[in-house]
Nanobody, 127 residues
Framework: QVQLVESGGGLVQAGDSLRLSCFVS????????VGWFRRGPGKEREFVAG????????YYPDSHEGRFTISTDHAKSAVDLQMSDLRPADTAVYFC????????????????????WGQGTQVTVSS
């Protein structure tokens, strides 16, 4: 059973940077993708970024502005989301999710495609 635990959320000011980590445990053999999602107040869950664990292939939505970067840290068994130039509109609960994949350059981008989820970490950006 894959388990995911997010950390790194908090209260920051507009323009600040923040690094979220998703610690992954309970993996079995096989490759998988890890995605970061967020759900802002009154909004639907939104895909932010995804990465393949073994090959490092990344995928960002078309709305990506280059302020967020996803990466793996195999030493920590974690997937990080580096966020810069944060804005109040980035205020949300950020979740990480994992899904086993058969093709290492396939990164699911919808919530329905992911089986394992963390509890989320709150990010609040003040103006």
């Amino acid at each position: 059973q894959v388990q995911l635990v997010e950390s790194g959320g908090g209260l920051v000011q507009a323009g600040d940077s923040l690094r979220l980590s998703c610690f992954v445990s309970g993996r079995s053999s096989g490759d998988y993708a890890v995605g970061w999602f967020r759900r802002g107040p009154g909004k639907e869950r939104e895909f932010v970024a995804g990465i393949n664990w073994s090959g490092g292939v990344t995928y960002y939505p078309d709305s990506h502005e280059g302020r967020f970067t996803i990466s793996t840290d195999h030493a920590k068994s974690a997937v990080d989301l580096q966020m810069s130039d944060l804005r109040p509109a980035d205020t949300a609960v950020y979740f990480c999710a994992a899904q086993y994949v058969w093709i290492n350059d396939f990164i699911p981008s919808t919530a329905q495609e992911y089986t394992y989820w963390g509890q989320g970490t709150q990010v609040t950006v003040s103006s």
